[in-house]
């Protein structure tokens, strides 16, 4: 119990530091237990300076920027145990055009390391642009969902149907 | 192990045969709102095994079956199926260590979910610990649903040591 | 306070019908009082069923639907009692293309009718683009914000800093 | 009552004084994560009388002084205020009706806020009144915060109906 959680949490925080400094482009962050001095009960918090600003608590960063430590959270703790699928639902919504960019990075990255398989739900012209390859996903006929697979152009042009 | 296929018929809004082809590297999934996106990772989810239907944005279990259009009627049963390669390990079950492994969960409404491995019905326990087994499952944290990671945000400390716990 | 709160209830029920259209590009919605027959204790429900799907309860929409029902309502309220001026932040993140657009027609025609000065953050170039006017806001120096006005080239260079 | 200028010294990140031109129709605000935009909707919020820390972000009031950055040190106060155009409509608080009214609250660490109305000192509720009139205020249902149209989409239908109690 005890001894496989603390492990747990340092290897979760040890890859936490590197991949917000990666996702940032700098500053610096950690993962702390809060409520407890006992790891099976305590929390899990994360403290976090974007680059050029002061250490704080998650609740006090913008929108964006607690999206991005969120996201490190989740890619620290599957970089412990990798699983062979990883699916993602618009988590780069609140992104600007930068972080988006270090975002989709990393996740050539991460398929590179693991071998993971990403399926990655995106409305962003970028995210887009990055992958290998793109399904589109249409209701031609009303309430009737169709896969099929587009190119770049025609994934633009699905996002856009005006 | 290697996800291969997403095979969807009957399930949400993909009443016609559909299939999700999972390829090494990064796959976008791109269209307008409202065109049954989030309802592929349902589908994901729920060939995994999952079993509570708040999951699946339902009420009951049956909601996750075609419910019909203007034009269409609605279907009494959904299928959903995953093609695997389990690259020559072992698999639980007691199957042959066989490459090309379809894991499927059928509904049919009013009368529950049967599941199936390379066509031998199983429980729904030796499909969640088949998955389990490889680090992935219904409840994966590597499967992030909309507004998922909002909800991650707002969480209170407490519940966010759940993540920890499936690192472990 | 019960015939006040029916006549705000209607009104904004009448709004909303329209206003869901207007932003769905068809379909038709409506509000419910839920959970007691004594308008001052029910709640407020939303019915809406977009073009050519059946109706149902917001919780069964997509995400992007339900951001689109959530604020035909807000702009239903805001119709009974026209605000001089109304800030949105990132309202339009989960918005694809198309209702994007139909979103920022309606923003203009509001500030037609009724005099409402707008201001509006967002990440979306096509809503920068249907802008009067806009203002940057850069941190040139580390976690100092500052203000400036822009022209949308300049606008879609400061959302990429790439 | 028309909103004309907004302006901030010492608030949040905008440590240098800021004006945001508030003109008719519609005015956009871009830039890149964490640089200050949703720090803007709580100046106009802060502005009309809002007295939750919570609402702010913060955990107590003073959070929304400056609190300095690696290269400048914190504030001692916090200053934002609002330029109106009455076009000629009384004012609540017993103004000659005078076409520009400034609006201004301003808050010392640890020793809390401080209303002006043209340079006369008013109390906060007096403030609270004068935007309610004009159909306006802190928690005003035009004022939208960011995820908070997620959260109007969670709400149970109980939660909602306060939007109703606005409009009645
Ligand atoms: N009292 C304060 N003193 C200095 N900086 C502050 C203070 N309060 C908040 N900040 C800073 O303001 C930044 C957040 O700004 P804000 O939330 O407005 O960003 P944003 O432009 O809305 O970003 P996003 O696009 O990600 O939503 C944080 O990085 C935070 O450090
Ligand atoms: N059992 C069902 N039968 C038919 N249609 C269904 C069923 N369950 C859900 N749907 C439909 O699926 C649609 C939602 O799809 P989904 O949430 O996947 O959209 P999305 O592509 O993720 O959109 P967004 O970009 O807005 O998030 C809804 O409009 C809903 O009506
Ligand atoms: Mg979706
Ligand atoms: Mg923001």
Redesign the pocket.
């Known amino acids: 119990g005890r001894r496989r959680l603390m492990a747990a949490f340092t290897a979760a925080d040890r890859h936490f530091r590197t991949l917000f400094t990666r996702l940032f482009g700098g500053g610096r962050a950690h993962l702390a237990l809060a409520d407890s001095e006992n790891p099976l009960e305590a929390g899990l918090e994360i403290m976090a300076s974007?680059p050029g600003?002061?250490l704080?608590a998650l609740s006090?960063?913008?929108?964006?920027?607690q999206t991005l430590a969120a996201l490190a959270l989740v890619f620290a703790v599957f970089l412990c145990t990798p699983a062979p699928v990883c699916m993602l639902d618009e988590v780069d919504a609140?992104l600007?055009d930068a972080n988006v960019d270090r975002f989709c990075a990393l996740l050539t990255e991460l398929a590179g390391v693991s071998g993971t398989r990403f399926l990655v739900v995106t409305h962003h012209r970028m995210t887009m642009a990055r992958m290998d390859r793109l399904f589109g996903v249409t209701m031609a006929e009303r309430g009737v969902s169709q896969l099929v697979s587009v190119d770049l152009a025609r994934a633009e042009a699905l996002a856009d149907p005006a | 192990l290697r996800f291969v296929r997403l095979h969807l018929a009957g399930f949400k809004s993909f009443v016609d045969p559909a299939d999700l082809l999972i390829e090494s590297g990064l796959t976008g999934i791109v269209g307008p709102n409202g065109c049954g996106k989030s309802n592929l990772v349902e589908a994901l989810r729920w060939v995994m095994g999952e079993s509570s239907a708040r999951q699946m944005r339902g009420g009951e279990m049956d909601d996750v079956i075609f419910s019909g259009t203007v034009d269409r009627r609605a279907r009494e049963f959904a299928e959903v199926s995953v093609e695997l390669d389990t690259a020559g390990q072992p698999l639980p079950i007691g199957l042959p260590a066989n490459h090309a492994v379809v894991v499927s969960r059928r509904i049919d409404r009013g009368r529950g979910s049967l599941y199936r491995v390379n066509g031998k019905e199983v429980r729904a326990r030796d499909v969640q610990l088949l998955f389990a087994d490889a680090q992935t499952g219904a409840r994966s944290s590597a499967i992030i649903s909309q507004g998922q990671i909002g909800s991650l945000i707002a969480a209170k400390p407490q519940e966010r040591r759940v993540l920890l716990e499936e690192a472990a």
Chains 1, 3 share one sequence.
């Open positions: 974007p600003k002061r704080q006090l960063l913008s929108g964006g920027e609140p600007d």
